[in-house]
């Protein structure tokens, strides 16, 4: 299966992601972790990247569909994957299409997530990362057992420096403006599913469940 997942920053792409890859035995592409590691391995891609998510910009086409492409080309992927914040501007999912199309694949299924924008604040301002393993936690909804340290793996629990709220505005501006128009690009070709994203994390887990069955295979050429 090719699954995209889409929705504003907060919506709990991630966190759906690695739930669904985990049951579908099939990687999870998130874009912002790659883009998180290069810059903190200070490779030629993280150096470029890194000003524009300081900003809470979208870093250039061009450096993310390179990226994404070069993933996709990974054995892990030749079963399907599950893209986690990519595509977010026309280009890109043109560009996604594109590359689909030459290896004679598709999309599976597009799932937005549905969130309103306050509750979108509110869970970011709250969250917390584990700088080892990635694993999230959030102040109030999901608190770590020790504070500010990791339950899985001790590691050190961070906020993300685009997580501060005026940058996390500034992702949504660009959510608005750049990625929810995908949402009719998508409709129109009969691949968008939404989910209620709100409640716990199980409860979306569910609903998201329950939209996959739906598809049989339909979309799902080999
Ligand atoms: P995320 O972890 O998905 O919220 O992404 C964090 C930041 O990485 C974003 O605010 C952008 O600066 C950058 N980024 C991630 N994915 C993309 C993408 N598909 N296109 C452009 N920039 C991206």
Request: charge should be neutral.
């Amino acid at each position: 299966m090719r699954i995209v997942m889409l929705g504003p920053p907060g919506a709990g792409k991630g966190t759906q992601a690695r739930l669904l890859a985990q049951r579908l035995g099939i990687p999870q592409i998130s874009t912002g972790d790659i883009l998180r590691e290069a810059v903190r391995k200070g490779t030629p891609a993280g150096l470029e990247a890194r000003g524009y998510m300081q900003r809470g910009l979208l870093v250039p086409d061009e450096l993310v569909v390179r990226i994404v492409n070069e993933r996709m080309a990974e054995p892990d992927a030749a079963k399907g994957f599950i893209l986690d914040g990519f595509p977010r501007t026309y280009a890109q999912a043109r560009a996604l299409e594109e590359s689909l199309a030459a290896k004679g694949q598709r999309l599976s299924m597009v799932i937005a997530l549905d969130v309103d924008e306050e509750t979108v604040v509110k869970r970011i301002s709250g969250r917390l990362v584990c700088r080892q393993c990635g694993a999230m936690f959030h102040a109030l909804y999901d608190p770590p057992r020790n504070d500010n340290l990791c339950d899985k793996c001790n590691g050190s629990l961070y906020q993300r420096d685009d997580d501060k709220e005026e940058t996390v505005r500034r992702r949504l501006q660009q959510y608005r403006e750049e990625t929810r128009p995908l949402m009719d690009f998508y409709a129109n070709k009969a691949l968008l599913v939404r989910i209620d994203g709100t409640g716990a994390v199980e409860e979306v887990k569910e609903r998201i469940l329950k939209a996959l069955e739906t598809l049989d295979g339909q979309n799902d050429p080999a």
